[in-house]
């Protein structure tokens, strides 16, 4: 019998209840405008977590959702793969708390750190897992509380990124439907263009790293931009290969929502009009993992997404790290 698909069954999605808009990091004392935030990045406002509202809270909204769309009960599930680089605690995972709040009594579950790829990444290894007949029901999440861990002082990262969590049920189906193309690649090398310096294991926080901000997100923008440029386009024609398909087949592309320019670069390259990009970085920012599941809810709720089409996600992360799926719905 020849191996299972992964399909995607049900997905949803959850953001903090405010939104900041550009116009508010003048009160915060930052230098920048919103017409240079929108003309650089497309984003017009981001969602910031408050009062109680945590990376796991807004997965677990995120989650029910998708399980509600399924069909399936916590009790269902095999596998929690929690992509994210902003957990509530280092220690234990994210993915445990979640399958405690979620009462997901048999489900093992682990944190899956491959920053703005993460969800593109759980996808491939929730695919994994149910081919090999591991699992059956896997909740494949992308969540991020990044307010926590960015620098409110640092104009070129703070005005970016944005808090929220998709999730996505994976389920496996013999009728060639699912994911038919995957690719997953990292560049170790390159880390340093984007990351946060200190306050790991290795150099544990004290008052100096505080002081200085070096436990907080730092990136290289320009330098940045490129290679999320050069790699998504990699990982789209790679995935196109695979699956025998060009970008004449794709009926929508999800890319990861960092900044408009690199969206509209990506689709150009895969010869992807943009009628048939989804984008949504002006209402939400960068929310790095979550961002592909949230645009992937959304399209799935709105009806962009139809039965029999052929859907392509790809992100690009810290790391770096990126990454493509081919969905056949
Ligand atoms: C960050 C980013 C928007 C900056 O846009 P850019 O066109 O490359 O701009 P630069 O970094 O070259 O900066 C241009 C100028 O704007 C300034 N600037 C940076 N942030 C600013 C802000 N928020 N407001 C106003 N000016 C700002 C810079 O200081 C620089 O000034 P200078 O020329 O006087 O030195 C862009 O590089 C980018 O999107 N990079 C990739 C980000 C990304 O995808 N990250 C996540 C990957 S998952």
């Known amino acids: 019998m020849s191996?299972?698909?992964?399909?995607?069954?049900?997905?949803g999605h959850a953001v903090p209840a405010f939104a900041m808009q550009n116009s508010d990091f003048a009160s915060l004392g930052i230098d920048t405008s919103d017409a240079w935030i929108r003309e650089r990045t497309g984003i017009r406002q981001r969602y910031i977590a408050r009062n109680g509202e945590t990376c796991v809270s807004l997965a677990a909204d995120a989650s029910r959702q998708a399980m509600a769309e399924a069909g399936v009960t916590a009790a269902d599930i095999d596998l929690i793969v929690f992509g994210t680089c902003s957990p509530d605690k280092l220690l234990p995972a994210a993915g445990v708390e979640l399958q405690a709040q979620l009462g997901a009594s048999k489900a093992s579950a682990f944190d899956l750190n491959a920053?703005?790829?993460?969800?593109?990444?759980?996808?491939?290894v929730g695919e994994g897992f149910i081919a090999s007949g591991a699992a059956?029901?896997?909740l494949v999440i992308g969540a991020e509380k990044l307010s926590g861990i960015i620098n409110w002082k640092d104009r070129n990262t703070c005005v970016l990124f944005g808090d929220g969590a998709g999730a996505a049920v994976l389920q496996p189906t013999t009728d060639q439907r699912g994911i038919i193309a995957?690719?997953?690649?990292?560049?170790g090398n390159l880390a340093k263009l984007l990351y946060r310096p200190k306050g790991g294991s290795a150099e544990p926080v004290t008052p100096e790293i505080i002081a200085e901000g070096s436990h907080l997100v730092a990136m290289a923008g320009r330098e940045t931009f490129k290679h999320a440029v050069y790699s998504m386009n990699e990982a789209l024609d790679v995935a196109l290969a695979d699956a025998g398909l060009t970008g004449n087949d794709i009926d929508l592309l999800i890319p990861h929502q960092a900044n408009l320019r690199i969206i509209e670069a990506t689709a150009k390259h895969g010869d992807i009009p943009m009628d048939k990009v989804y984008v949504n970085v002006d209402r939400y920012g960068n929310t790095s993992a979550a961002s592909v599941p949230i645009a992937l809810d959304e399209c799935m709720r709105s009806g962009r997404i139809l039965p029999g089409m052929t859907v392509m996600m790809v992100a690009f992360g810290a790391g770096f790290t990126w990454s493509s799926a081919i969905h056949r719905f």
Do not use: H, N, W
């Open 3 to 11: 191996r299972p698909y992964a399909r995607i069954t049900g997905t």
């Open 136 to 138: 059956k029901t896997v």
């Open 115 to 124: 920053a703005c790829t993460s969800f593109v990444y759980g996808l491939s």
């Open 182 to 187: 995957r690719f997953m690649r990292s560049d």
